[in-house]
Protein backbone atom coordinates (compact mmCIF):
# COMPACT_ATOMS: atom_id res chain seq x y z
CA UNK A 1 0.00 0.00 0.00
CA UNK A 2 1.28 3.77 -1.37
CA UNK A 3 1.62 6.42 1.45
CA UNK A 4 -1.68 7.77 2.01
CA UNK A 5 -2.76 11.52 2.74
CA UNK A 6 -5.47 13.54 2.77
CA UNK A 7 -6.18 15.44 -0.21
CA UNK A 8 -6.90 19.46 0.07
CA UNK A 9 -8.21 18.89 3.17
CA UNK A 10 -7.94 21.87 6.10
CA UNK A 11 -8.80 21.81 9.37
CA UNK A 12 -9.04 24.38 11.69
CA UNK A 13 -9.13 24.24 15.21
CA UNK A 14 -7.77 25.63 18.27
CA UNK A 15 -6.40 24.66 21.74
CA UNK A 16 -9.57 25.50 23.49
CA UNK A 17 -11.95 22.87 21.32
CA UNK A 18 -13.77 25.65 19.24
CA UNK A 19 -13.90 26.68 16.06
CA UNK A 20 -10.45 28.51 14.83
CA UNK A 21 -10.52 31.95 13.31
CA UNK A 22 -9.73 32.86 9.90
CA UNK A 23 -6.24 32.07 8.70
CA UNK A 24 -4.93 30.29 12.00
CA UNK A 25 -3.10 27.00 11.43
CA UNK A 26 -4.83 23.77 12.15
CA UNK A 27 -3.20 21.82 15.22
CA UNK A 28 -0.68 18.92 14.94
CA UNK A 29 -3.30 16.97 16.80
CA UNK A 30 -6.03 17.67 14.97
CA UNK A 31 -4.68 16.93 12.00
CA UNK A 32 -3.16 13.58 13.12
CA UNK A 33 -6.81 12.57 14.13
CA UNK A 34 -8.35 13.44 10.51
CA UNK A 35 -5.36 11.39 9.14
CA UNK A 36 -5.89 8.46 11.18
CA UNK A 37 -9.88 8.42 10.78
CA UNK A 38 -9.20 8.73 7.01
CA UNK A 39 -6.99 5.69 7.18
CA UNK A 40 -8.67 2.51 5.76
CA UNK A 41 -9.66 0.05 8.80
CA UNK A 42 -7.23 -2.17 7.46
CA UNK A 43 -4.37 0.09 6.90
CA UNK A 44 -0.44 -0.76 8.21
CA UNK A 45 -0.39 2.59 10.35
CA UNK A 46 3.06 2.15 11.89
CA UNK A 47 4.17 2.30 7.92
CA UNK A 48 2.07 5.20 7.35
CA UNK A 49 3.05 7.12 10.29
CA UNK A 50 6.47 6.20 8.78
CA UNK A 51 5.58 7.16 5.35
CA UNK A 52 4.20 11.10 6.62
CA UNK A 53 7.33 11.13 8.88
CA UNK A 54 9.52 10.55 5.93
CA UNK A 55 7.35 13.27 3.54
CA UNK A 56 7.98 15.48 6.72
CA UNK A 57 12.07 14.69 6.90
CA UNK A 58 11.54 16.41 3.00
CA UNK A 59 10.97 20.10 4.26
CA UNK A 60 13.91 22.18 5.28
CA UNK A 61 13.37 23.73 7.84
CA UNK A 62 10.47 21.85 9.22
CA UNK A 63 7.91 24.05 10.47
CA UNK A 64 7.37 24.15 14.02
CA UNK A 65 3.64 22.62 13.06
CA UNK A 66 5.34 19.68 11.15
CA UNK A 67 7.45 19.36 13.81
CA UNK A 68 5.38 18.35 16.49
CA UNK A 69 2.51 16.41 14.17
CA UNK A 70 5.99 14.18 13.17
CA UNK A 71 6.82 13.67 16.97
CA UNK A 72 3.08 12.53 17.08
CA UNK A 73 3.61 10.24 13.99
CA UNK A 74 6.89 8.41 15.33
CA UNK A 75 4.72 7.44 18.35
CA UNK A 76 2.68 5.99 15.82
CA UNK A 77 5.93 3.97 14.47
CA UNK A 78 7.35 3.18 17.57
CA UNK A 79 3.64 2.43 19.44
CA UNK A 80 1.31 0.79 16.54
CA UNK A 81 -2.16 1.64 17.57
CA UNK A 82 -2.91 -2.28 17.96
CA UNK A 83 -1.03 -1.81 21.37
CA UNK A 84 -4.23 0.85 21.98
CA UNK A 85 -6.52 -1.65 20.88
CA UNK A 86 -7.31 -1.43 17.82
CA UNK A 87 -7.48 -4.86 16.08
Do not use: C, T, Y
Not at 42 to 49: I, N, T
Not at 66 to 86: D, H, K, M, T, Y
Amino acid sequence: MGSQRLPGVALRGNMHGGPAEAGEEPQPEDILMAWLLWLPHDADVAKAAADEVARIDLRHPIPEGAARLRELLLQLVERPLSNFGRA
